[in-house]
DNA sequence: GTTTTATACATAAGAAAATTATGTATATAT
DNA sequence: ATATATACATAATTTTCTTATGTATAAAAC
């Protein structure tokens, strides 16, 4: 978990992706759902979480709805139709690096 | 090459992985051996690298020998011995964070 | 022969994306 | 009663990069 630094530049691959998976999540849940699929090695922060969402929303990839629950309110997001195909995009990109990265740091692992 | 946001935080474990393997390297000669085995893909620039090779081998991590050849200067570095472990325990953590990120992207690609 | 491209270093200004710190408020568990 | 969890948010700062600029030599192209 020394690695935080690394995942520097792709916060908002991440929320893409889990919104193509989940169709609907707040800000809280996605917090707590990368940390299960993780295993804790990555803790999204709040200061960086909720700029994110906010940018995401204000570039017109989500959309925003905000529910009540008890007395607590909820925001949930999910993919516009251009959010969509942006999802797809950012995660071709990441597998591109994904692979690139592999193959500079371990050549051998990497057989193509 | 959209993704180039992706590469940030890697730079360090890049600079060392290559003079892991190449035992020593120049500034120039480093940005076109990432040019080469990325295919074309990343491309370091110098603004990135110079600062980079500096703090590193402020950091003890880097000796730096200059070369005169023709009229021109080349500063080679290569692996310090605390050099060579942080490039151990960086690669480790590249790794660990190459398989998490495959793990959240792509779920049906990581099995494990 | 002169202009462009390549080689080789460097730094400064600015932008992007995070961390850290702080704030508000409700709900649950100890 | 107090601590932890849920749920949002923003501001100050830091890290890391991009872009722009600068110096200088060498080779290629025209």
Redesign the pocket.
């Known amino acids: 978990m020394g690695n935080?630094?690394l995942?520097?530049?792709?916060?908002?691959t991440i929320i893409l992706k889990l919104l193509e998976t989940n169709d609907k999540m707040?800000?809280?849940?996605?917090?707590?759902k990368v940390k299960e699929l993780t295993k804790g090695e990555l803790?999204?922060?709040?200061?960086?979480?909720?700029?994110?969402?906010?940018?995401l929303e204000a570039d017109g990839l989500l959309d925003v709805e905000i529910a009540k629950?008890?007395?607590?309110?909820?925001?949930?997001y999910k993919l516009t139709e251009s959010g969509s195909k942006e999802t797809a995009n950012k995660l071709e990109e990441m597998q591109e690096f994904l692979k690139t990265m592999q193959h500079l740091v371990n050549p051998k692992l990497s057989l193509e």
Chains 1, 2 share one sequence.
């Open positions: 935080q630094k995942y520097k530049g792709s916060l908002q707040y800000g809280y849940e996605i917090t707590q803790k999204i922060t709040e200061g960086a979480l909720y700029p994110a969402l906010h940018k629950v008890g007395n607590r309110l909820r925001k949930y």
